[in-house]
């Protein structure tokens, strides 16, 4: 009878074999290349090494197990073909992505991919493209394996097929959830932190909101969890595990948040009663893309990439802080704005820009007579909306999504704005782009560095040499023009743009600013010019991009707002924090996705 089975189905084995092979041979080259391990750390114990090890091998022959078992659908060799092509598809853009941007795919990473143009993803995508050749090597290889070993093949008893296929996929799935699901039920029963933190290590791949949940729960070091996931696992189980959380994700109108845990971050005036108080104010606000710290006050090779900011940092009436903490997440330079513009930081999960775009945000730009928006990009996060919401009455961006302008024309535009309204009260926010990832804008510098700093930071520094010059343009009119000199002017960076495993390369650039690095990550730069700031001073302790918006509201004289924010006032030396950044982002998203000012102040979403 076996005899019988294998003669009937012996090319079919055949060719399950081949691709159930190559699947895990990419999902193991996957942590190999990108992970940096082919296995999981041995960790303390021999016992425990044989553990982790036959988990993780489990784990990946299940998944490979599960995508390899559809061949006994197939009937044309092409649509084995098309299922390796689609598990290189996958897994070419989580090894790009995370090289990139040192974080894996999301759900909403997937819903964001409009805000990409082609030319940016293939420019990003370029030094890790060897890497990838590899996933389609061993396709090619599985594929010609298969063509040769199907020249003839036996259909028969296709009930049996169907009975094999479906044996293969109900074994995939135990395999593939019962890990998670006695994680589950050991987190549920025994409701022991340790046990509990080993859970969560298991559906942190589902949302980040599990890693904002172990951090204030149990003050556990999650930065590395989703990494450890995947290597605990395999690449390959990250992507039914995300569209599952998506689909049982709580909803938002069961989210509260109680009268207390705001008290201290509410004022008491609201934005009604704050209009006209301003009298001929002037907030001047320039968010740099992906400007970094580092650069700033460099020495040797970097001495002259940012002149204009370098002098500006030790002019009269500016304040320099070297070391401000990025904040942002999964919405990038959409939460950079919404971080600067209304005190609160981003969602756990999803970009509040885009998923949040109906809720109602503080903001001070709404208490000005006039106030304009300048985005160097159309229809990009959402952009036109949330314009509005953080109260704007205006938006300059380009006609269409072809055009991008560069900082020079960014800053003209800030300066005929600035012209038009002197005699008014007036706030303005320009966004710049020639800084923007991959860093090969046609305006840049042309400083020539050592063969031994790497192309992209070579690359990325010209741009910078070129962003400060435009800025120097900007500084030059405010500080000659007599009503703007007595303005506020704030420059600061939407976040940061170099992750951990660039902090070798970094470092061994000559002339670097080592206080602007970190062992783990690197700081964006604050500058804030203002007659009330009678001196040059330097801030070097840590910062938060948080505290941008309550030192904006200290600037401006209206500390009573009904929303204060959760950072705390550089200006002031004394102030201490009343809340972490932990329990910030847990605050701040639920404030967000419960919409609580709109409900508190019975404030009319516009």
């Not at 890693?211 to 189980?237: F, G, M």
């Not at 108080?277 to 710290?293: A, D, F, G, P």
């Not at 000005?368 to 300048?374: A, G, P, R, T, W």
Request: glycine share 4%.
């Amino acid at each position: 009878m076996k005899t019988d089975f294998f003669a009937r189905n012996q090319n079919r084995i055949i060719v399950f074999s081949i691709v159930l092979l190559a699947i895990l041979i990419k999902g193991l080259y996957f942590n190999y290349y990108v992970l940096g391990e082919v296995l999981p750390d041995s960790g303390k114990s021999t016992l425990y090494f044989l553990y982790r090890l036959i988990i993780s091998l489990s784990m990946q022959m299940s998944a490979a197990l599960f995508i390899a078992s559809f061949v006994f659908l197939f009937r044309k060799d092409y649509w084995i073909i098309i299922l390796n092509l689609l598990v290189d598809l996958w897994l070419v853009s989580c090894h790009v992505y995370y090289k990139v941007n040192d974080l894996f795919i999301f759900v909403e990473t997937i819903k964001l991919a409009g805000n990409l143009t082609d030319g940016d993803v293939l420019s990003s995508a370029t030094p890790f493209l060897p890497g990838c050749a590899f996933y389609v090597i061993v396709s090619v290889i599985a594929a010609i394996a298969v063509i040769l070993t199907n020249k003839k093949i036996i259909y028969k008893e296709n009930n049996k097929r169907l009975r094999q296929f479906i044996f293969c996929v109900v074994m995939s799935f135990l395999f593939l959830f019962v890990y998670q699901a006695n994680l589950w039920r050991i987190n549920i029963i025994c409701k022991n932190p340790r046990y509990g933190v080993l859970a969560y290590k298991s559906f942190l791949p589902y949302s980040s909101i599990y890693l904002n949940y172990a951090k204030l729960k149990w003050n556990a070091d999650v930065d590395k969890w989703p990494k450890e996931y995947i290597s605990y696992t395999s690449i390959y189980h990250f992507f039914p595990a995300i569209f599952v959380f998506q689909m049982c994700m709580p909803d938002d109108d069961g989210i509260k948040v109680s009268e207390q845990e705001v008290v201290s971050f509410i004022g008491t005036e609201n934005n009604e009663t704050l209009k006209g108080n301003l009298n001929s104010q002037h907030l001047i606000i320039l968010l740099v893309e992906s400007l970094e710290s580092w650069p700033i006050n460099g020495t040797g090779q970097l001495e002259h990439v940012c002149e204009r900011l370098n002098e500006f940092s030790h002019s009269e009436n500016v304040l320099f802080c070297s070391n401000v903490k990025s904040q942002v997440k999964q919405g990038v330079s959409g939460d950079g704005q919404m971080i600067l513009n209304t005190g609160l930081l981003p969602t756990s999960c999803q970009p509040a820009c885009q998923v949040y775009a109906n809720r109602y945000y503080p903001n001070y730009a709404s208490l000005f007579d006039n106030s304009v928006l300048i985005s160097p990009w159309s229809h990009i996060w959402n952009q036109e909306n949330m314009t509005k919401r953080y109260g704007y009455k205006r938006l300059i961006e380009p006609c269409d999504k072809k055009t991008k302008w560069n900082d020079s024309i960014v800053i003209d535009k800030m300066i005929n704005q600035l012209e038009k309204y002197k005699n008014s009260s007036f706030c303005l926010l320009g966004l710049t782009v020639s800084t923007h990832r991959p860093f090969k804008a046609q305006e840049r510098g042309t400083i020539e560095f050592d063969p031994s700093v790497k192309d992209k930071y070579a690359n990325y520094l010209n741009c910078l040499n070129y962003t400060d010059r435009c800025i120097g343009r900007l500084i030059d009119y405010i500080v000659s023009d007599s009503i703007y000199k007595n303005s506020i002017f704030v420059i600061i960076g939407d976040h940061t743009i170099f992750r951990s495993h660039d902090m070798s390369n970094i470092l061994s650039i000559n002339g670097i600013n080592m206080n602007a690095v970190s062992k783990h990550s690197t700081y964006m730069p604050l500058f804030i010019y203002s007659p009330t700031i009678n001196q040059n001073k330097f801030i070097t302790n840590l910062c938060y991009q948080m505290d941008v918006y309550p030192t904006i509201l200290d600037l401006l004289g209206i500390n009573n707002y009904y929303w204060k924010g959760f950072g705390v006032s550089v200006l002031n030396d004394t102030v201490t924090r009343t809340i972490s950044e932990n329990k910030a982002f847990d605050l701040s998203d639920r404030i967000i996705r419960s919409d609580y000012f709109a409900k508190k102040f019975g404030l009319k979403n516009k």
